[in-house]
C-alpha cells in the first residue's frame, strides 16, 4: 500500500491518494479530496494497469487521459501524483519524496541557481 499527500497549490485544494496492487497487473486508488474536478474524475478512474501505464507515452496513460477529461488546471499534481504512486507500487521508482518549491519568483537566474546549490 502507498498513501500520497497532495496539497495542489494556489487552488487550496488537497487530496489523499491511497493506493493498493489489487494483483500483479493492477492498481486500485482511493481519492479523497476538496477539489470537484478530481472528486469527478475519480468517479471513472480506481484502477489501473501497471503495465500499460508504465509503458506509454505520459499523454497516452490513463490517468493523464483521464484527467484531460476532467481537470481544467493544466499545472494540476494530482495525475503526477497517481503516477508516482504506479511507480512505487510496481516496484519500479524508489520510495522518495518528489517535491516541488518555488524558491524565489521574481531574482535573476543566477541568484536563483546559487539558492537551489547551496540547498542540494
Given at each position: 500500500m502507498a498513501v500520497c499527500w497532495v496539497k495542489a497549490?494556489?487552488?487550496g485544494h488537497e487530496a489523499v491518494i491511497e493506493a493498493n496492487k489489487k494483483d500483479s497487473?493492477?492498481?486500485?486508488?482511493?481519492?479523497?479530496?476538496?477539489?470537484?474536478?478530481?472528486?469527478?474524475?475519480?468517479?471513472?478512474?480506481?484502477e489501473i494497469n501497471i503495465a500499460e501505464e508504465l509503458t506509454s507515452r505520459i499523454t497516452e496513460t490513463q490517468t493523464y487521459k483521464r484527467a484531460s477529461q476532467f481537470i481544467p488546471c493544466v499545472g494540476c499534481p494530482i495525475p503526477s501524483t497517481i503516477l508516482k504512486t504506479v511507480e512505487v507500487l510496481s516496484g519500479s521508482y524508489h520510495q522518495e519524496d518528489t517535491v516541488i518549491k518555488f524558491l524565489n519568483f521574481n531574482s535573476q537566474p543566477s541568484e536563483t541557481v546559487s539558492k537551489v546549490k547551496a540547498i542540494t
Open positions: 497549490g494556489w487552488c497487473n493492477t492498481i486500485v486508488f482511493s481519492l479523497e479530496t476538496s477539489c470537484p474536478y478530481t472528486t469527478e474524475m475519480h468517479k471513472h478512474f480506481k
